[in-house]
């Protein structure tokens, strides 16, 4: 009995010991918390600040990208309205970017589904500091500028030059029929220039047996933005580029591509 009493004493104590600890892990979560966030409002400022500064900047000294909406009258309310999403998170990267891009989306008019999607569905839509504009690029921009991106080119992306313009069109994988932004930029008779998927990335067999170049505006823009900070493809395709599009990024492949090549 004397051995059971005490077995149940250290278990007691135990308990006691356990609950102590406990307790005082959660107090020193919560004072944790009250340090890093006793002047949130203040925090959240700075950075809204530091970020319209940034994008401002931008303005003048970013390199240029611009959305070619004119292609979205064919698209469906539901490809619309995926579209404004990505609109949204592209430019949710540029805020957070340290060298943003300075963004046009052309071809927006405000009586449009797109623009008027982009009301409903963004919050802030109208305060974005990007250029929203119904002219189409090719009233923005010389041609000789101009380099559209579209996976149907035969060139390689090498870098991103500040001098140059480049130009996505603003379409969603329901609605991109084979070369259409290729066509789109014959039209305009500007460069074409696809991104470097073929000279960074293998193919990964998977069980659907399933391979795709095709990315959204934004996963294309966030792979233009990690090139401009790292100056390295295999470090922005290995970062953005979905891993179910069937692709990873070749071992053999360590050096950028300069642009002198």
Request: glycine share 4%.
């Amino acid at each position: 009995m004397r051995k059971q009493r005490n077995w149940e004493k250290q278990l007691a104590a135990k308990k006691s010991k356990r609950k102590e600890e406990k307790q005082r892990r959660k107090l020193n979560r919560e004072q944790e918390a009250e340090t890093s966030n006793s002047n949130p409002q203040y925090s959240k400022r700075v950075m809204k600040e530091v970020s319209k500064e940034r994008l401002a900047e931008a303005r003048s000294t970013g390199p240029k990208l611009c959305i070619d909406l004119s292609m979205t009258d064919s698209m469906s309310d539901k490809e619309i309205s995926r579209l404004a999403g990505q609109l949204r998170r592209l430019y949710g990267s540029n805020k957070k970017a340290t060298r943003p891009f300075h963004v046009f989306l052309t071809n927006m008019s405000d009586t449009g589904r797109l623009y008027k999607e982009c009301l409903r569905m963004n919050e802030g839509f109208l305060n974005y500091m990007m250029e929203i504009t119904e002219e189409s690029c090719e009233d923005l921009f010389s041609s000789e500028t101009m380099v559209y991106l579209t996976p149907d080119a035969e060139e390689a992306l090498k870098t991103v030059d500040a001098d140059k313009v480049y130009v996505l069109g603003g379409l969603v994988d329901e609605s991109i029929q084979k070369r259409l932004s290729f066509s789109r930029a014959r039209e305009l008779s500007v460069r074409t220039a696809r991104l470097p998927i073929d000279e960074y990335m293998v193919k990964k067999e998977n069980d659907k047996n399933f391979h795709s170049k095709i990315l959204a505006i934004n996963q294309v823009f966030d792979i233009l933005l990690t090139l401009c900070s790292t100056g390295s493809w295999s470090e922005a395709l290995q970062a953005w580029f979905p891993r179910s599009k069937g692709y990873v990024v070749s071992s053999a492949v360590h050096a950028p591509i300069s642009e002198e090549e």
